[in-house]
T-cell receptor, first 113, second 116 residues
């Protein structure tokens, strides 16, 4: 599976957009990019995923570069409740056995009042 | 849907005792995953099942750990005997499995295990 690289920590002012980068330079053509977050003491929460096109849902937007070697998760108006560890994952996917999500260390986002 | 349900939410036990963690996946999901999270090692995949069949248990730390999935709506993770180093938060997650497509996993609230 493709490895991902994320900055260990970031700060963002409340109400501003939070832009979380992720590098996945070894991604292959059929591998998806997934984003999860984990708020302290809770289970990881699915945010969004994409293959080639940019994606948007009620939680966030995902921008994937044309060469697919990096992506950015955008929280358009960060709130204090968005303080969490954000994981960028390119899951290993096998037709026969399924998919495995390997969570690295992620980016610890702190939203500042 | 109630989401993934785990029980108990907290477990405190003495070294040497048997511990059983339980998980009910989301109805309709046919993949189930057990993870362990510690400060030192982060979130680790222990084992996962597709259609109730264990697919990869390479993450299970040692023979003291075992997992079963007797039917589509229930799984257990057992530690026997437990040791202090097993103290961690154990998460269960479920997803759809359709060949070749990595569907998103939904996590339960976790079981916080403390072995004294």
């Amino acid at each position: 599976d493709a490895k991902t690289t994320q900055p260990p920590s970031m700060d963002c002012a409340e109400g501003r957009a939070a832009n979380l980068p992720c590098n996945h330079s070894t991604i292959s053509g059929n591998e998806y990019v997934y984003w999860y977050r984990q708020i302290h003491s809770q289970g990881p929460q699915y945010i969004i995923h994409g293959l080639k096109n940019n994606e948007t849902n009620e939680m966030a937007s995902l921008i994937i570069t044309e060469d697919r070697k990096s992506s950015t998760l955008i929280l358009p108006h960060a709130t204090l409740r968005d303080t969490a560890v954000y994981y960028c994952i390119v899951p290993a996917s096998d037709w026969d056995t399924g998919n495995q999500f390997y969570f690295g260390t992620g980016t610890s986002l702190t939203v500042i009042p | 849907d109630a989401g993934v349900i785990q029980s108990p939410r907290h477990e405190v036990t003495e070294m040497g005792q048997e511990v059983t963690l339980r998980c009910k996946p989301i109805s309709g999901h046919n993949s189930l995953f057990w993870y362990r999270q510690t400060m030192m090692r982060g979130l680790e995949l222990l084992i996962y099942f597709n259609n109730n069949v264990p697919i990869d248990d390479s993450g299970m730390p040692e023979d003291r750990f075992s997992a079963k999935m007797p039917n589509a709506s229930f799984s257990t993770l057992k530690i026997q005997p437990s040791e202090p180093r097993d103290s961690a938060v154990y998460f269960c997650a479920s997803s759809l499995f359709v060949g070749g497509i990595p569907y998103e996993q939904y996590f339960g609230p976790g079981t916080r295990l403390t072995v004294t």
